[in-house]
């Protein structure tokens, strides 16, 4: 047999074989060693600031070819129902009879064909700006950030910024996913691996050292598989063990935001797949939550169990979402009183994320995981604020839902979200009829109250 030897062949493989030693080095230098160490080399801000220069000129020209043009690209929120402040529902009545034909309430029957305007006008005005479906839609941008997701009033505006817009297109999918996928499956092929190995160890000091280092790690290379850049703030106020940690929900990735920050016990369903791997190989090194699917219906039996987990000071802090879903980074929205009940004190954490490098928010009803993290990997970065906020404990006589709405008040107010007293599970089901009857029994309290009240005149 006759061998043929092509030298082509040979150099490729030389130079593939370069290409990967040099891309793997500078992993390893640039990005793995220093989220060990937990340093930052300040090239992820570097990056940064460049984008918003990018972003700011590529304003500048939507602007100006608005001019040009003579008409506007984008308004923002141009269409929506200007806000008022909040009245009630009978003082509102009385304004439309006050300006009805007639002027004396006193002699006013007890239904008025003008009160149907005031339940027609809240009709109408939840059509057009309905406050709670648009939390669980994308935040509306007020600036092109280049990805042409979240506001389709941008397709072609002038050739340099498609062109613009192409190259970015190429760094983000040539380099940055690349990149970003390589980090991810080393961050959590390491979590697996090393979790499992601490697991081993004799419960003890030793064994929660490792196994904090280990998370740390883990998670800081996580979150630079997605060029997370975050600013913690008043860190003093950390959750300390023993307690419980409660923050607003926007995406999953929230659990890696916080976590590599600090050391959190996690609570979660069990889950199979490559999920599953993961969490089995975590409870090892850490006493983490994890519930069967027919033990998340029984709230006496979850509540037992983290009420056992929070009275041993030992273990760390318990990391809940009491949202129970994912809101789109504009408000926070009905916490469930569960995590209330136990009576552990409170760490309250505002999570605040820009929309302009990246849309964290995951539409669970409209973008499975994979889909979501690929649109995550192929953003420009993630870039978000955490706010530490005093601990809250519950006060004498306060129920655990007045004390989750005074929790998730100062949420709101620390990270400059909206507080809704909707609940969030609205994102799959229909209103409650509870809530339905709430109005009508406002509307019935007033006409018995201003019938008594004609009676005893």
């Known amino acids: 047999m006759e061998l043929f030897f ?38 992820r801000r570097l990056y940064m600031k460049t984008l918003l ?20 690209l984008y308004k923002p929120y141009s269409n929506a129902i200007i ?44 059509i057009m700006d309905d406050e709670v479906t648009k939390r669980f839609t994308a935040e509306e941008l007020e600036s092109w950030n280049l990805l042409t997701r979240s506001n389709y009033n941008f397709h072609y505006i002038s050739l340099r910024l498609t062109v613009l817009w192409g190259l970015g297109l190429l760094i983000r999918y040539g380099f940055l996913l690349p990149l ?39 998670y800081r290379i996580c979150v630079r598989a997605l060029t997370a850049i975050i600013t913690y703030h008043d860190s003093e106020n950390k959750p300390k063990n023993g307690g419980i940690c409660v923050a607003n929900h926007t995406s999953p990735i929230d659990v890696i935001i916080l976590a590599s920050d600090g050391c959190y016990a996690m609570v979660g369903q069990i889950h199979g797949g490559l999920m599953g791997v993961i969490q089995r190989s975590m409870v090892k090194a850490c006493p983490h939550v994890w ?17 056992d987990h929070v009275e041993d000071k030992s273990k ?12 789109n980074n504009t408000s926070v929205m009905m916490f ?15 999570i605040k994320y820009d929309p302009r490098f990246g849309d964290a928010f995951w539409n669970s009803s409209k973008f499975g995981m994979v889909n979501y993290l690929l649109r995550m990997m192929s953003s420009w970065a993630i870039v978000c604020s955490v706010w530490y906020l005093p601990p809250m404990s519950r006060e004498e006589g306060e129920d655990a839902v007045q004390f989750a709405n005074r929790v998730k008040a100062a949420i709101a107010r620390q990270g400059g979200l909206v507080d809704l007293l909707w609940d969030g599970g609205l994102k799959r089901a229909k209103v409650k009829d509870t809530f339905k009857e709430e109005q009508q029994k406002l509307y019935s309290k007033m006409l018995v109250g201003t019938q008594e009240d004609r009676s005893r005149s």
């Open 6 to 43: 092509n030298p082509f062949d040979n150099l490729l493989c030389i130079l593939l074989g370069i290409s990967f030693t040099v891309w793997f080095t500078l992993l390893l230098v640039f990005i793995i060693v220093p989220a060990i160490f937990g340093v930052s080399f300040g090239i």
């Open 53 to 72: 220069k990018v972003f700011e000129w590529a304003t500048l020209r939507i602007e100006r070819g608005a001019k040009e043009k003579n008409h506007h």
């Open 83 to 126: 806000a008022k402040e909040p009245t009630s529902l009978e003082e509102e009545i009385k304004e439309i009879r006050r300006s009805g034909s007639n002027k004396d309430l006193d002699s006013a029957t007890e239904f008025e064909l003008s009160d149907i305007f005031y339940f027609a006008r809240r009709g109408v005005e939840s």
């Open 180 to 218: 970003r996928v390589t980090l991810a499956f080393t961050g959590v092929g390491l979590l697996v691996f090393l979790t499992s190995v601490v697991g081993m160890l004799p419960n003890g000091r030793m064994k929660n050292f490792l196994s904090e280092k280990v998370h740390l790690m883990c």
């Open 291 to 307: 519930f069967e699917r027919s033990e998340v219906k029984d709230r006496h039996l979850v509540a037992k169990r983290l009420s």
């Open 316 to 327: 760390l802090p318990i990391l809940i979402f009491p949202e129970g879903t994912c809101i």
């Open 336 to 350: 469930k009183k569960g995590s209330f009940e136990i009576g552990a004190t409170v760490y309250p954490v505002a």
